[in-house]
């Protein structure tokens, strides 16, 4: 298993983390296989989607604010529930498909890290599953 | 693959089945690999969020129930086309990262069983990836 | 890994592709393991619900329409930011088991789909993970 760091600027933000993806790619020399990108945060998640224009992300982002309103009322009284809720919508896992040594996305697919709950010091873990 | 049995008591909860999944993995000696937690339901699903806070599923749970109204004008006859709709948001999947025995979580992070249409009995189909 | 082709033709829909996934099954001799379906497409997810009634893929359709409508003033310009959107809400990959030859689905579980941008010629990727 590897780890990475994501360091977070904004209460709700989405984070580009393909490279960092990539490099564990390459580092652990796959081939082919899998990989199994984990967000042990219960106030972030993983998502893949469009990164070629930033837009995407700020359009993502805005919708889920204005969908869950931080300051509706919530029982759990730490004031991020509507992030604790973002998380079960999004999801705490991806699993992509490595061949040929590469990540196989989309032409336009990046990884994401959603925060929901930032700025903080965040981990991802990745486990790989090489095909023989 | 193994199974597990979940009783749901609500027409809507989040069942704690962490305590059933790490029952798995020590039952079948997993030391590293993946488990995926998969249910068969359509008017179910998956998610991983914070376990200390009862009060943060009652929060999601809540959320979803006043986003999808079970009395919309829907089409499906059954009367639990809201059901079937949180079960797509949520997913019906997750993977979860093993490692020296355990299942590799965050420290809030537990396993939950979602239900959309109980009370009910239900079924978790585990798999189980070993690595070398 | 295994590639399949999906025509869509409208511009929001679920198409059920179970049937092209057990093919591959079938052809690739699989009989106990693992099956990752991915999207490779930022307007397009992947998601498991009832295939019996197809009433229940138009009230889930219709639903994520009225959530997230079209023409919601977003800063992304190709007018498709809410099928970036939904992609990220219904996610890019599912896990299935494998077992004595068969996908491991529930009763009504069907595999679809999900177009946000159609009608389009998309594709599916498909990762095998046998066990010994």
Chains 1, 2, 3 share one sequence.
Not at 31 to 54: K, Q, R, S
């Amino acid at each position: 298993m590897r780890e990475i760091q994501v360091r977070t600027n904004k209460r709700t933000e989405m984070v580009d983390i393909t490279c960092n993806i990539e490099k564990v790619v390459s580092d652990e020399k796959i081939i082919e296989g899998l990989i199994v990108v984990f967000v042990p945060h219960t106030t972030a998640a993983v998502t893949i989607n469009e990164g070629a224009d930033p837009d995407v992300k700020t359009d993502i982002t805005n919708f889920l604010l204005n969908l869950i309103l931080k300051d509706k009322a919530f029982k759990h009284s730490e004031g991020n529930s509507d992030a604790h809720i973002k998380a079960s919508i999004i999801g705490s896992s991806e699993t992509i498909i490595v061949k040929n040594g590469r990540l196989i996305l989309g032409t336009w697919q990046h990884i994401f890290f959603f925060e929901g709950d930032g700025p903080r010091n965040r981990k991802v873990f990745i486990e790989i599953i090489k095909k023989e």
